[in-house]
């Protein structure tokens, strides 16, 4: 990848990250009907950010950080 590529990817996955440890941390906040509520929060965080567009998960982290 070109180096403005790389850094693109780098940003998201940081996005990711930050948005993963956020929810892992705070379950209840998820804003999501099709969760499993007695999963681990860790499985109810990726779930949850799977299903995000790129440009729902860029706001959300924006709003939380």
């Known amino acids: 990848l070109p180096e403005t590529g790389r850094r693109e990817v780098e940003a998201a996955r ?9 929810y892992v941390q705070r379950p209840q906040e998820i804003q999501s009907d099709f ?9 109810q965080a990726a779930d ?14 924006l709003i939380h950080i």
């Open 48 to 61: 949850y950010i799977a299903g995000m567009t790129d440009q729902f998960a860029l706001n959300l982290s």
């Open 14 to 22: 940081e996005v990711v990250r930050f948005l993963f440890s956020y």
């Open 35 to 43: 969760g499993i509520p007695s999963d681990a929060p860790w499985r």
